[in-house]
């Protein structure tokens, strides 16, 4: 039934009962409400024999289980590892009729988990999953088919029962539903909630009414006439879980959210009846861990794993130094969520303006080879980088390298009203270069073309940060170095203290390093214009929206956790001088931040944006440990 109008009618009585967390994670649903992590798995439109191989396959059972098409007959499941809390028997069967799953329940002293109906050859089918319903995981239950609302509603008052599974389906032309229905009276008793005929809206007005999260969905219509009937529990307190809901997703997907939040599905709707693409809910499933987790440093896990559920981050790694000592390394999520391949400690992240530092070294290195000085003007150590005159503004003359280092340069992006290293296509147009355009010509662009903003040394506001000043500083070290900018960096700056695996980043997609993470802007952000000529002409923001080449000295140095941590604590000379210092980055895809504080320096790396609070972040990761580990990872990791 579609109700229009108006809202549908609450057919349960909205009575909240106050339970414990052991008694909302009690049995009937518990395959809903645990969030211990378990290994869990995710099929669509496969066929019964392919779906009982990946049972087989993973030592799984059967959670969720909905029809995708009767004949041929196709199906989509959500599995869970059969082992741990998750534990139990089951059976599962399709191509029934109402009388056979009656037998198959006595025969099998069992309780349906889920039903879906369905017609083959116009007669009514079911395939179900069961599991064990003896002893004390014995619940009073009832199953029904071919129900109004009305009747359901009848019937949760004569048993004095909640719904636990719901199931729309279409006999003819009468829409009916199946249900399986549990005892809520005594001990395991819950407030719950049921609607149906819900626009989107509404149903996320009844989560927020009712400070509720979904148990069950049933998605249908398209457009203007899509329509969700919702099964509801409370979502407060200590039976509080993290949770998510979609619609409209593909089956790839749907997974692809999933891990990105940490989460596993627990249930999953096939398109039916004019809706298109999936719906699914899943549950917090904590985070994927590898390294060096845990232990004395378990509460820097806990910190980072918050802020990834916060931030819907996929993929992080976090390294700690104590002294001289590499005391963590941990990574979390996934470098790739189509492929699921989780993050590792050693894999590489985009650094973004942490970036900066590593040229401030380089910088300061030449001035301790005696090959520059910092008070040296910069069109006087730009060598081949020197565009050719007139310039726009006689006061370059004027701006030292130390300026450049101070972001005291001239340059104020609030006042240009353009980040140079962000307007790669307008250098190209403006100097009749190809795209996307070098380092070079955007210098070349900006002293031909552009007044400064105030006078160096002075300064506007916070936008006077300039990453056009640092590619200024990369064409310095190429001049007095003798060679590229990167190989100055490897050789004289990362290679003394056996950093041996950074290096510069690649634009696209497909340059991506063997052991570097994938980037990932905000959820289902539409897909821009890229820098690069030729194909693909769109791109996510992260993979070509932007040139990252061209930001070498600013942007562009990858490197795993550890990497950046021991430059941080070891790089000769240190870019600050020796002393404390804080850095962060941030990029369509990027966030990072590193810490030195005394004697401990953090590293933290994100393949999303945007994150916030990362200093917050550190100041937790360091207040929190009561005890630092004694060990040392340093030559596991491979220095």
């Known amino acids: 039934m579609r109700v229009c109008g108006r809202l549908a009618a609450l057919v349960a009585a909205a009575v909240f009962v106050a339970v414990s967390s052991a008694a909302a994670q009690e049995k009937v649903i518990h395959e809903r409400t645990l ?57 599962w069967y399709y191509g029934l009729t109402a009388q056979q799953v009656s037998d198959k329940l006595n025969e099998n002293k069992a309780r349906l988990l889920d039903v879906d109906p369905y017609l083959a050859g116009g007669a009514l089918r079911f395939a179900v999953v069961m599991v064990p319903n003896t002893g004390a995981g014995g619940v009073g239950w009832w199953w029904y088919y071919g129900q109004t609302p009305q009747q359901l509603s009848a019937k949760l008052d004569e048993h004095k029962a909640r719904l636990v599974d719901l199931e729309r389906y279409r006999d003819g032309n009468q829409v009916r539903y199946a249900a399986i229905l549990v005892s809520n009276q005594g001990a395991k008793a819950t407030g719950w909630w049921w609607y149906y005929g819900q626009t989107a809206d509404q149903v996320s007005q009844r989560i927020k009414q009712h400070d509720a999260r979904l148990l069950d969905v049933e998605r249908y219509g398209a457009g203007g006439n899509q329509r969700f009937d919702i099964i509801l529990v409370p979502n407060t307190g200590s039976s509080a879980v993290g949770w998510w809901w979609y619609y409209g997703l593909s089956g790839e997907q749907l997974l692809e959210e999933s891990r990105r939040h940490g989460a596993r599905l627990f249930d999953i709707e096939p398109p039916q009846d004019g809706a298109s693409g999936y719906a699914g809910i899943m549950i917090d499933n ?165 007044k400064l903003s105030f006078a160096p040394g002075g300064g506007i506001d916070k936008k006077d940060y300039s990453n056009f000043g640092y590619c200024i500083l990369g064409r310095i070290v190429e001049a007095r170095g003798g060679k590229s900018y990167e190989k100055y960096v490897r050789d004289e700056i990362l290679a003394p203290i056996n ?10 997609a497909s340059g991506r390093f063997a052991n570097e993470v994938q980037y990932y802007d905000v959820e289902f952000a539409p897909d821009v214009n890229s820098v690069f000529d030729g194909e693909p002409k769109k791109v996510q923001w992260p993979d070509g929206g932007f040139y990252l080449e061209a930001m070498d000295a600013h942007g562009s140095w ?82």
């Not at 798995?41 to 049972?55: A, D, E, G, I």
């Not at 985009?350 to 040296?376: E, M, V």
């Open 558 to 639: 990858i490197a795993s956790a550890p990497d950046i941590a021991r430059f941080a604590r070891f790089a000769n000379p240190a870019p600050y001088g020796g002393g404390n210092w804080a850095f962060e980055g941030g990029l369509a895809g990027t966030r990072t931040r590193v810490d030195r504080r005394g004697d401990v320096v953090v590293a933290v790396l994100f393949n999303t944006s945007p994150v916030e609070d990362l200093d917050k972040l550190v100041d937790k990761v360091i207040a929190g440990v009561s005890a630092w580990p004694s060990k040392d990872l340093w030559k596991k990791y491979g220095y």
């Open 35 to 91: 969030t211990q992590p378990t290994g869990w798995w995710q099929y669509h439109n496969v066929t019964p024999q392919q779906l009982s191989s990946f049972v087989d396959q993973h030592k799984a059972r059967i959670i969720d289980l909905d029809v995708n098409d009767a004949s041929p007959l196709r199906v989509s499941a959500a599995l869970v590892a059969n082992s741990g809390s998750y534990a139990s028997g089951w059976w």
């Open 286 to 450: 904590g985070m994927a861990r590898n390294g060096d987790c845990g232990g004395q440093m378990s509460n820097v896990d806990g910190e980072v794993v918050k802020w990834m559920k916060k931030y819907n981050i996929p993929g992080a790694a976090a390294a700690v130094v104590k002294g001289d000592k590499l005391v963590y390394a941990c990574a979390f999520g996934y470098a790739n969520l189509k492929s699921g391949a989780e993050v590792k400690p050693q894999d590489l992240f985009r650094l973004a303006s942490i970036s900066k530092p590593i040229t401030s070294s380089a910088i300061r290195k030449l001035r301790d080879d005696g090959k520059l000085s910092l008070s040296d003007k910069m069109l006087d150590r730009l060598g081949s980088a020197k565009p050719d005159e007139p310039y726009k503004d006689d006061r370059l003359e004027d701006i030292t390298i130390q300026h450049l280092l101070d972001h005291k340069g001239g340059w104020n992006i609030g006042k240009m009203g353009f980040d140079p290293m962000f307007y790669s296509d307008q250098v190209a147009t403006a100097l009749g270069t190809s795209r996307p355009s070098s380092c070079k010509n955007v210098i070349r662009y900006m002293f031909q073309n552009v």
């Open 499 to 508: 950093i041996t695996q950074m290096r510069i980043g690649k634009s696209l």
